[in-house]
Nanobody
Framework: QVQLVESGGGLVQAGGSLRLSCAAS????????MGWYRQAPGKQRELVAS???????NYADSVKGRFTISRDNAENTVYLQMNSLKPEDTAVYYC??????WGQGTQVTVSS
């Protein structure tokens, strides 16, 4: 089993920044892809950003140029730096490890 612990969510004004962290622990035998998804009320969960074991990244069009995903393989941790936040970024953000394990989610609220 793999456990994921997320942190860094909160309330911020539009235009502000937040940095999310997700630490993986447990039965980790190899480096796998990790990513961040989000789910707003009444909407489906959507991919925000992903990063492969080799460091290749992918972003949703809505966050390109504003969000940056990175990882520390030695610490099994993935980060999401979110800049120029907009009210439409308000959602619960979930971390995933190997797209098989999920964190509990962290709330991000952006006020206008």
């Amino acid at each position: 089993q793999v456990q994921l612990v997320e942190s860094g969510g909160g309330l911020v004004q539009a235009g502000g920044s937040l940095r999310l962290s997700c630490a993986a622990s447990g039965s980790i035998f190899s480096i796998n892809g990790m990513g961040w998804y989000r789910q707003a009320p009444g909407k489906q969960r959507e991919l925000v950003a992903s990063i492969t074991s080799g460091g290749s990244t992918n972003y949703a069009d809505s966050v390109k140029g504003r969000f940056t995903i990175s990882r520390d393989n030695a610490e099994n941790t993935v980060y999401l730096q979110m800049n120029s936040l907009k009210p439409e970024d308000t959602a619960v953000y979930y971390c995933t490890y190997a797209y098989s394990y999920w964190g509990q989610g962290t709330q991000v609220t952006v006020s206008s």
